[in-house]
């Protein structure tokens, strides 16, 4: 167990509607990234946030966005949503005081946009 | 723009077996290297890998970093069928501590 919870585990969704995502980081992490996992592809960077900022975008529209809160929570909202969003999203948490450490992930939430 | 790639895309291997899994990476901005295991859904850290020429290791697997040459590998000796996932090979890139992901190694083990 890494201590990084996401939900829901799994969620359908009709194509036009926005969903939330959320992820509890492991105690005493910072930091927070976003990855969108499709089928038979490794995890594609969304964003991260460090201490409630974003610090970092990958290549996704701004119909992706996201929040972290005081607690070091976060969400990730996706409007408007297409078949294409269907996919594993993964959170994954970190500390980074100086240099990189390993970032823990949580189990996902399995979107299916139909 | 940034890119890993590993091979072979996919491998089966009968218990017992030594596998060696490959990680190529042409980046802007290296930090380091980081494997992981996929069995389900929630991908499992192995090694971060900073310096090239010191091997980690950790029971029967083990991984090895070149800057140089811009790769990395991961053995597997005396395979089980518990191995038998996806091994995804990452690069931290750039001061956002962002992971840039290869499309990973799918490691069948069988009897």
């Known amino acids: 167990e890494t201590g990084v919870t996401q939900s829901p585990t799994h969620l359908i969704k009709t194509r036009g509607q926005q969903v939330t995502l959320r992820c509890s980081s492991q105690?005493?992490?910072?930091?927070v990234s976003w990855y969108q996992q499709a089928l038979g592809q490794g995890p594609q960077f969304i964003f991260q946030?460090?201490?409630?900022?974003?610090?970092g975008r990958g290549n996704f529209p701004p119909r992706f966005s996201g929040l972290q809160f005081p607690n070091y929570s976060s969400e990730l909202n996706v409007n408007a949503l297409e078949l294409d969003d269907s996919a594993l999203y993964l959170c994954?948490?970190?500390?980074?005081?100086?240099?990189?450490?390993?970032?823990?992930f949580g189990q996902g939430t399995r979107l299916t946009v139909v | 723009e940034d890119k890993v790639v590993q091979s072979p895309l996919s491998l089966v291997v009968h218990e017992g077996d030594t596998v060696t899994l490959n990680c190529s990476y042409e980046?802007?901005?290296?930090?380091?290297l980081l494997w992981y295991k996929q069995e389900k859904k929630a991908p499992t850290f192995l090694f971060m890998l900073?310096?090239?020429?010191i091997e980690k290791k950790s029971g029967r697997l083990s991984s090895i970093l070149d800057k140089k040459e811009l790769f990395s590998i991961l053995n597997i000796t005396a395979t089980q069928t518990g191995d038998s996932a996806i091994y995804l090979c990452?690069?931290?890139?750039?001061?956002?501590?962002?992971?840039?992901f290869g499309t990973g190694t799918r490691l069948q083990v069988t009897l």
């Open positions: 946030y460090y201490r409630e900022e974003e610090n």
């Open positions: 980046v802007t901005n290296f930090r380091s």
């Open positions: 994954a948490s970190s500390l980074v005081i100086q240099g990189n450490t390993e970032a823990f």
């Open positions: 900073t310096s090239s020429g």
């Open positions: 990452a690069v931290y890139t750039g001061t956002a501590s962002k992971l840039t």
């Open positions: 105690s005493g992490h910072n930091t």
